[in-house]
């Protein structure tokens, strides 16, 4: 059974920083693509940034690009993403989503802008204050 679990979300200042971590089982990180997402009240969920795990550029959504930086840890089987310069817009639920068969970073890409992941985490929530 696949399971994805989130850690490291909390409140902090605008212009702190914060880790995320993804913590896999039953699902190896090694390959595949693997992606976060946020939602916060009232919006769209919004696909942030996604790693094809095998190779290949990282995918950041323009409103997070340049301060969150997502990277792989296969011996631990962990996601991250590193979020430095936070902004009160950034306050929302983060989730960790996992998939395989996007054939490449594109693909990956694809699949993070179109929310299409078969896996996801229960969430862990990011407060940023002014």
């Known amino acids: 059974q696949v399971q994805l679990v989130e850690s490291g979300g909390g409140s902090v200042q605008a212009g702190g920083s914060l880790r995320l971590s993804c913590a896999a089982s039953?699902?190896?990180?090694?390959?595949?693509?693997m992606a976060w997402f946020r939602q916060a009240p009232g919006k769209e969920r919004e696909g942030v940034a996604g790693?094809?795990?095998?190779?290949?550029?990282?995918y950041y959504a323009d409103s997070v690009k340049g301060r969150f930086t997502i990277s792989q840890d296969n011996a631990e089987n962990t996601l991250y993403l590193q979020m430095n310069s936070l902004k009160p817009e950034d306050t929302a639920m983060y989730y960790c989503?996992?998939?395989?068969?996007?054939?490449?970073?594109?693909?990956?890409?694809?699949?993070?802008?179109?929310?299409?992941?078969?896996?996801w985490g229960q969430g862990t929530q990011v407060t940023v204050s002014s």
């Open positions: 790693l094809y795990t095998s190779g290949g550029s990282p």
């Open positions: 989503a996992a998939g395989s068969g996007y054939g490449g970073p594109r693909g990956c890409t694809f699949g993070v802008q179109k929310g299409a992941f078969s896996y």
């Open positions: 039953g699902y190896s990180i090694r390959t595949g693509c």
